[in-house]
């Protein structure tokens, strides 16, 4: 950054562009003209703001709202105005941004502020960064962020170009809604390990932004393990009979699944996105070719089976939680015991959600966990001895977040429906087939409390490994009837 402090405006054709950010400014900011781009336009182009740009802005304001303006200021008390290089690309327009909110308030902002394009977001995330007013004053902008936000996803609708663009300043801006709801989206509609988009010129910001990476990645796995293991039961159950009939059944229902191409998964999820594998999933259609089954495994309802998989897939992570990562934040270690820590990180009565601003799951808890691993280890398992020590009644009253007729029990910190206001029909529905469904799928096979804990424990082990499943949010399976 180029900075002089005394040199008068420089003349430039049109010359030098005022915005009186208050009246009566006693300190001026000045942005020098954009340097030409080399061959990027043609010569004739006229490039927006191609002149210098300066801010009436007040002394004291600037001050208050950064430290970087705080050093320059309080070391040249009678410094009248500092000047910088225009970067470019919405640079002028971000501080414009950042200076009418932090003096005026950001619902001053003219019409020509609104952010029309989600680089404006990083660009306001890098210029607030170097000038200092973030991220201690980031909430001064999040009004502007949210309109952005909306902007975006009302205009190009909710892509996975639109998530990877959008995620990471969600997290800068700590808007967990958003977040919460790209993240999950992108764990479902991506299977690339690209999960950020930066459109800006602040590249030093993508590596911030790479903090998304592990939890999406293993989070994913975590979806995509579930569907595998859930395919597979019929699978497993057709090796252990002893009917005739029984290799002929396996091969013909496997051979249903990959004339969807979703089977063998782990070679699905590498060519497809797990939601696009879903819809799949639900054409499928295999009717046994045997009628005179001795083991009855074979007149077992594979459709069934597979819409579980699904279920449980669908329901499998709720996006990742800002204040789950906040909370689960290592320094919050050193201010407070262990045992503080713990309580604070801990499920209470099966609720993984606890003082979150939106509703989730295990898996959401799991996958936004920031802090010491050995911690969420030993959350982890006095989590399952508690469960131990409950009986079997336990996981029912637990899992009991819809009730029978089919509305929405309220559960602390649970506000899902928010984030998706489908979710309450869908649930209700799942829970309407519950019964059937579960004897069907699971027969003799309903403790998934302990493969959920296996899942968790393996996962641990692995660090990154791919078998884990919860048990949070889930309407169906598993729990005994
Ligand atoms: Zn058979
Ligand atoms: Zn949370």
Redesign the pocket.
Known sequence: MSMSTSAPAAKVAGGPLLISVVPNGDFTIQLTPTPAPLNEKPANAVPKRARLVQFRVSRTVVQQHSSFFQTIIGNRPHLGDVTFENKGNGFGYALEVWLRAIHNGIHTLPHSLKATHMERAWVAIGVGEQFGFAPNHIDKIKPWFLDCYQYALSNGGLTPFAACCLAFPCSVFDHAEGFMKLTKFLAYNTNGNIFTHNPSSFHGLNADARILDGPLTTARAHIQSILDRELNFPLDKLHKATCNCRKETAFDYEHALRALDCWPMDRAVQIYPIADIIVELEKFTFKPKSTKCTSGVCTHDFKNSVNIAIRKAKYAFDGL?L??MERSQEEHVDSQTRQVFMEKNSPFKGCW?ME?RFG?GRA??YY?WMGPSSVRREILEKHREDKKGCGPSRRARRGARVSKDGTNVPTAGLAQLSVNPQTSGRIANATGGKDKETKDHRDNYDDTDVDDDEFFDAEEASLGGCTVTDDGNEPDHGTST
């Open positions: 939680c204040d789950c959600d979150c989730h959401s808890w936004s």
